[in-house]
């Protein structure tokens, strides 16, 4: 929790300025009992009618001045809170932009959602309540107690004894509830999970008919997640009853000892006003203050949460600058015995691989699903650190480029196209946001995808809608391919990113990206033999491991899982045919 008070510093003044407007209102709060008790002793006692208005317009006073003083420190509150939870919002997003693909797999995009939302507003509405009551509400019951010793030291003595009787349960339902609003959070993170689930997959779920199953697996997930909020809430709503109790039984005793004082006349009834006046002032804060508790421990949990995920290092360290300088290589990329493996999986995803690809060559990677293809192409940006080995990219351990240094010089397109909300060009510009509209004209002539945007009425300027819903899969193929190719960039990576084209448009694709001039190496990852069956070289990969290389017509005669695949994939087109 101290690291997010950093977050605080730059509204120091208005955090210094809510209390201390609050505590001025609980002062003035803490004179009413005493006008009121003057207003008895002397005025309704005197019949003095002047000296009772007099005293009443103060009260008005009082209260006016009260409420200016409370409309000032909820404005500083508000202010600090907002800022606060809208700094740590947007520093919480940040670190999770340079978190490492190992590190966003194991902590999970549900909970890191829960907690840039639900537990960031939870945080800033505790650091509201903090601001206003945290310390009025003690002043009121301390100060509450001094002024019960200027009016009756003996009927004074009850507050001292309440008062550690109240703080000793209110600190334990707080001990018992911290952890408890954790798990709360969890499941949370769990009806998130499964609510994120069913939208993004609703055509699939419909597809198979499970609506029913995921009501029920919703239910299950809601109900748990219902059954520990209540659970909790039980818990806390012990507070009220218990405060109310405790404070009505000093008030009785109050009573008593205070009936006997004004029996004997040691103590006057407008005295006694007074102290039920404090002992009511503390009934009232003593509410807020278990309220404010119930918040608190919200904010403790979530913040304990937020806070993880700020301590988690970013997984990957780069160098300030460049270890070594920008030379011409003809070595595009080296693999040197790497092996690599997910974070707590017991087998390696990539054994031992070895190979070395010439710069300008065009790379083709194939192999059953499960085999490792994807994995072997992330490590190339470095998405992922070998676990063992050293990969080089234009002759430089990829660990000795600065960040954003490498991924400069590299060219994306994953198996999952991904078009974001606004228009055809801000999509394009991604590459490359310097880029002409004859770049751009050109790399959707290459991507085979000039013809989507002339038919669209805005053609450029076309609106996309959030996640391309509007745009077909291979569509959105072959806009993410331009996108890659706008950056113009020295490694492109094509990963299984024509498997919604048509094999027609992929011929001409693949046709278009051999006839570029420079010296682009490309790497493309695919099911189909068809699609880099024209590449330089071939690695055909099992179960993380290179089983055969070379091109198309040499692996047709040394590798056997490439010859079944290629067959198989023939037999099916002549049958199609």
């Not at 709503?237 to 405060?243: E, S």
Request: glycine fraction near 6%; hydrophobic fraction near 45%.
């Amino acid at each position: 929790m101290k690291q997010l008070l950093r977050f605080l510093k730059p509204y120091t003044k208005e955090s210094i300025l809510a209390p201390a407007f609050k505590l001025v209102e609980a002062l003035l709060d803490l004179i009413v009992p005493l006008v009121i008790s003057d207003i008895i002793k002397v005025g309704i006692k005197n019949g003095d009618k002047q000296y009772i208005i007099v005293r009443f317009v103060f009260l008005i006073v009082l209260a006016i001045v009260g409420l200016a003083f409370s409309i000032t420190a909820q404005f500083f509150a508000a202010r600090a809170s907002v800022g606060f939870a809208s700094s740590l919002r947007k520093n919480l997003f940040e670190h999770i932009q340079n978190l490492s693909f190992e590190k966003l797999d194991k902590i999970g995009t549900e909970t890191l959602i829960t907690r840039i939302t639900s537990d960031v507003a939870q945080l800033q509405n505790g650091v509201n309540m903090v601001l206003r009551l945290l310390l009025r509400s003690p002043f009121i019951v301390f100060g509450a107690m001094i002024m019960a010793f200027t009016i009756n030291v003996r009927a004074a003595l009850i507050f001292v004894v309440s008062i550690p009787v109240l703080a000793a349960v209110v600190s334990a339902i707080m001990w018992i509830t911290i952890p408890l609003y954790k798990k709360v959070q969890g499941h949370l993170d769990g009806v998130l999970l499964t609510t994120r689930e069913n939208l993004t997959g609703v055509r699939v779920i419909r597809a198979f008919c499970k609506e029913e199953e995921e009501v029920k697996e919703f239910d299950a997930k809601n109900n748990a997640y219902t059954k520990m909020n209540l659970f909790v809430g039980r818990i806390s709503a012990l507070l009220n009853p218990a405060t109310y109790i405790l404070i009505n039984l000093a008030t009785c005793v109050l009573f008593m000892q205070a009936g006997n004082s004004i029996h004997t006349g040691s103590m006057e009834q407008g005295d006694l006003v007074a102290l039920y006046n404090y002992m009511a002032q503390m009934i009232v804060e003593l509410v807020k203050l278990a309220s404010l508790i119930i918040t608190i421990n919200k904010a403790l949990a979530c913040g304990t949460r937020v806070s993880a995920v700020l301590k988690e290092e970013p997984g990957m360290s780069y160098p300030e600058l460049s270890s070594k300088e920008e030379t011409e290589s003809d070595i595009a990329v080296r693999f040197s015995h790497v092996n690599f493996a997910y974070a707590d999986a017991k087998e390696d995803a990539l054994e031992d691989l070895d190979f070395t690809i010439r710069t300008g060559d065009t790379v083709g990677i194939i192999g059953g699903t499960g085999s490792g293809k994807t994995t072997l192409v992330n490590l190339i940006p470095r998405f992922y650190d070998a676990t063992s080995g050293e990969i080089e990219v234009f002759g430089r351990n990829v660990k000795d480029y600065a960040k954003g240094e490498l991924i400069e010089k590299i060219g994306i397109v994953p198996q999952k196209a991904v078009l974001f909300a606004g228009t055809i060009r801000d999509n394009l510009k991604w590459g490359n946001e310097n880029a002409t509209e004859e770049e751009l004209r050109k790399a959707l002539e290459i991507s085979q995808s000039l013809e989507i945007v002339e038919k669209k009425e805005g053609k450029l300027d076309e609106i996309v809608e959030q996640g391309g819903k509007n745009f077909s899969g291979g569509q959105k193929q072959r806009l993410s391919i331009a996108r890659a190719l706008v950056k113009d960039p020295k490694i492109l990576i094509l990963d299984d990113s024509s498997s919604a084209l048509d094999y027609a448009t992929d011929l001409n694709l693949r046709r278009a990206l051999k006839s570029l001039d420079g010296k682009m190496t490309t790497f493309i990852v695919s099911q189909r033999t068809s699609s880099i069956r024209s590449a330089d070289l071939i690695l055909v990969m099992d179960d993380g491991k290179i089983i055969g290389s070379g091109t198309h017509e040499e692996l047709l005669e040394s590798c056997e899982v490439y010859k079944e695949i290629h067959e198989s994939q023939t037999s099916d087109e002549g049958e199609s045919a």
